[in-house]
């Protein structure tokens, strides 16, 4: 699985996850990995799931990664190198300054050390800001070199990619619509519920 909300356990109905019945016997990898709670990123996701493709092609097998979110697709085939995250309490102290001095600030901060990346980044995306700030207090290097380099990586995998196109938009909102309706009736609501009982925030 390539989806980056089928990793979350007790996360089943509001993500589509595939039942037992609809897998069919066949082992399904990457699902139910993490708790709700747990700040998983795509980084944590390529150390988890390259073993595995790994091990499946050793064994003479052919890997089908499948789901919709491309980041983590993207970066699994290319083997990306992604930026060290070490615990030194950079991030709170930005965290905190941003949170004082507001985003604009920050902002312009990036922008003295980093315009290309800056100009591609919105004032509300604080996440990305913040981590660009902090992939060059850690490593002396901008964000923007460390995907320069990351680029000049061979891929990990030789992929053959296929694509799903749904020509009638119509009958997939429909699709959409029904699709909805049947969480509803498999409890969605008591799911949601659940999750936020036991602490997990709305958003």
């Avoid at 747990?38 to 980084?43: P, Y």
Wanted: aromatic share 6%.
């Amino acid at each position: 699985s390539c989806d980056s909300m089928y990793v979350y356990k007790r996360m089943d109905i509001g993500t589509a996850k595939p039942t037992k019945e609809e897998m069919q016997g066949i082992v399904h990898h990457m699902i139910d990995v993490a708790e709700p709670a747990e700040d998983f990123s795509v980084s944590r996701y390529c150390d988890l799931a390259a073993p595995i493709v790994d091990d499946i092609l050793a064994r003479g097998k052919t890997a089908i990664i499948a789901g919709g979110t491309g980041l983590y697709m993207d970066a699994l085939i290319r083997g990306n190198d992604f930026a060290p995250f070490p615990s030194t309490g950079m991030r709170e102290k930005l965290e905190q300054q941003a949170d004082e001095v507001g985003m604009e600030a920050m902002l312009e901060r990036l922008a003295a050390i980093d315009p290309e990346s800056a100009a591609r980044l919105h004032v509300a995306d604080r996440k990305r800001i913040i981590r660009a700030l902090e992939v060059y207090y850690e490593t002396g290097k901008t964000i923007t070199e460390h995907n320069r380099a990351t680029q000049q990586i061979p891929p990990r995998y030789d992929p053959l990619w296929l694509g799903l196109d749904f020509e009638d938009r119509a009958e997939l909102y429909r699709r959409i619509d029904l699709r909805v309706e049947l969480m509803l009736q498999q409890g969605l609501v008591e799911e949601i519920r659940s999750l936020l009982a036991e602490g997990i925030p709305a958003k």
